[in-house]
């Protein structure tokens, strides 16, 4: 008796491209994902830092360089947010996860490609606001600032991945959005993001220094020369929250993977 040719599957390298290049096509054809991700932050630095981009502050900081980090932070920490919490929740509801099953691909090439995407979409989201600031803003750096700014904010964004995450797997479609905008936002307007900390109540100055959009947005602060902590400190307190929110994320994905195939 004769065997029968032998089923084989493509490379895993071979896999991930292509998953990377099917989730970038289709978040790019969604257009209230990508042009809201790209072009929010350049709206919130025309409303917010352009009237401010030739002042000083006491410290020598360029201000419209310190408002343009703070978008960025913004930036980078809202698509992952978005594109984890509201697309994970979408796909569920879609049982994309059940046709996932059903194919050879591994379900960490799948999460693999989707973490590639969302930093692809930050990295462009990035590079477009810094070239709007300069070329509309006329702000002037080095380079290596913004090189410095671009890598710290793409490798720090790991505790918003793990939050997204979280939400996606705790969430569903509808609710999704609305729970990501109710966490997100206000987490970004306490962290001093569109309003300078100084300008805002008592009691969210106290709170500010305990949320992981602060120490984030201390990483691109930094980078323009605006330093309110040493940055071993931002990066210890990233890291606390990456290892929170993952944790999170890992039982919501576990309780959701029990509920449907155990």
Do not use: C
Request: hydrophobic share 55%; aromatic share 12%.
């Amino acid at each position: 008796m004769m065997a029968g040719p032998e089923a084989s599957t493509a490379p895993l390298g071979r896999m991930l491209a292509e998953q990377i290049r099917s989730q970038v096509l289709i978040r790019w054809r969604i257009p209230a994902f990508s042009l809201t991700n790209l072009a929010l932050p350049i709206i919130f630095f025309t409303f917010f830092g352009l009237p401010l981009v030739n002042q000083t502050l006491a410290d020598g900081t360029n201000l419209g360089a310190f408002i343009l980090a703070s978008f960025a932070a913004y930036a980078v920490g809202s698509i992952m947010v978005f594109s984890f919490g509201i697309g994970v929740a979408t796909e569920r509801a879609m049982r994309m996860d059940v046709l996932i099953r059903a194919t050879p691909l591994p379900p960490g090439i799948y999460i693999l490609a989707k973490v590639v995407t969302a930093l692809l979409f930050a990295l462009v989201s990035l590079v477009i606001l810094i070239a709007y600031g300069i070329v509309v803003g006329g702000i002037r750096q080095d380079p290596s600032v913004w090189i410095s700014m671009i890598a710290r904010l793409l490798a720090g964004s790991l505790p918003f991945i793990g939050l997204g995450f979280a939400i996606g797997y705790l969430t569903g479609p509808n609710a999704a959005p609305a729970v990501a905008n109710l966490i997100y936002l206000p987490l970004a307007f306490a962290s001093g993001y569109f309003l300078p900390l100084n300008q805002l109540p008592a009691f969210i100055r106290r709170a500010a220094p305990y949320l992981p959009t602060y120490h984030y947005a201390q990483l691109a602060w930094s980078a323009v020369g605006r330093r309110s902590e040493p940055l071993l400190t931002s990066l210890l307190w990233v890291a606390g929250y990456s290892i929170i929110f993952l944790a999170i994320a890992v039982w919501a994905y576990q309780r959701d993977e029990t509920s449907k195939f155990v």
